[in-house]
């Protein structure tokens, strides 16, 4: 067997376990990026490490089960897509409030529906159009309110948003490529996270930082297991579950995030941004319904 599938026992059971897992661990995945970074390891060289060396191990398994040809341009857009999302994520997470960027980030369904709709022709149901309405209301209660045009959206918050905007719009790309091997598609998207994180050290003019032996453990350790078995327990999942209850199942990323970062991160949650959330994770679980039904409601 060449495909992610080899790493996991086929049950149903279990891939509702990865699911959860797997968001978990992204749920968490605040901490450690705050962590590196306060020691001193700026944000950018760790993503680069986080995501090239779960490229690395993962490359052979994309070798040995490789994209067609003519899959080549998709896995390129896949890689430019996935790579942004995650380095713009990770990057709002390091540098900016986890409550906010993960508000953010989960805006996510909106820019579906909408890229759905203009790539793919999937039709604006009832469902769809209320979640939308939603989604944008929660938008609007988390960036202020009232107060929202008064002052410019800082740069975290753009990046936030850019990161949501390119996860929907990878969504769609594997949609539109599903025959596209897994391991192809993970190397792909490590390897786009990882130069792009290089990008934003060159753009930024950081340095290669010096490490010691606990920084390159513990980078070690999030690379390998942290972002590498999160990635697969999410791919387990998601392939073996209804698309429904798989998206619904990922929000668990948003509430451990919260959560977390509330309790463990010191951060507070505004009675702005916890409407903003319920109307963001409404929105989100009815567009993950209408997944379920299909699109004819």
Request: include cysteine; charge should be positive; aromatic fraction near 8%.
């Amino acid at each position: 067997m060449t495909s992610l599938t080899l790493f996991l026992p086929r049950r149903q059971g279990t891939a509702v376990s990865a699911l959860l897992g797997g968001a978990v661990l992204w749920g968490l995945f605040w901490w450690p990026l705050k962590e590196l970074n306060a020691a001193g390891i700026h944000g950018s060289f760790v993503q680069a490490v986080a995501y090239g060396l779960p490229a690395l191990v993962l490359l052979p398994w994309a070798i040995r089960n490789p994209a067609r040809r003519d899959q080549a341009g998709l896995l390129l857009l896949i890689a430019l897509l996935g790579g942004w999302a995650n380095a713009s994520f990770a990057t709002s997470l390091t540098y900016g409030s986890v409550v906010r960027v993960l508000l953010l980030f989960y805006l996510a369904p909106v820019w579906t529906i909408l890229a759905a709709r203009l790539f793919l022709g999937e039709p604006f149901t009832r469902l769809r159009m209320t979640a939308l309405a939603l989604a944008l209301a929660g938008l609007a209660a988390t960036l202020g309110g009232p107060e929202l045009l008064a002052a410019p959206l800082s740069a975290i918050d753009l990046l936030a948003l850019s990161s949501g905007l390119a996860f929907a719009l990878n969504n769609v790309a594997i949609r539109a490529g599903h025959g596209l091997p897994d391991a192809a598609r993970a190397v792909a998207v490590f390897t786009g996270c990882a130069l792009i994180s290089l990008g934003f050290m060159g753009w930024n003019a950081q340095p290669v930082p010096t490490l010691d032996t606990t920084h390159a453990l513990a980078l070690g350790v999030l690379a390998l297991a942290w972002v590498l078995p999160g990635t697969l327990a999410t791919f387990y999942g998601v392939a073996r579950l209804d698309a429904g209850k798989a998206a619904i199942l990922l929000l668990g990323e948003l509430v451990v995030g919260i959560v977390s970062a509330v309790l463990i991160g010191g951060e507070t949650l505004s009675l702005q941004e916890a409407v903003g959330g319920a109307l963001i994770l409404t929105a989100a679980v009815i567009e993950a319904r209408t997944e379920s039904r299909g699109y004819a409601a």
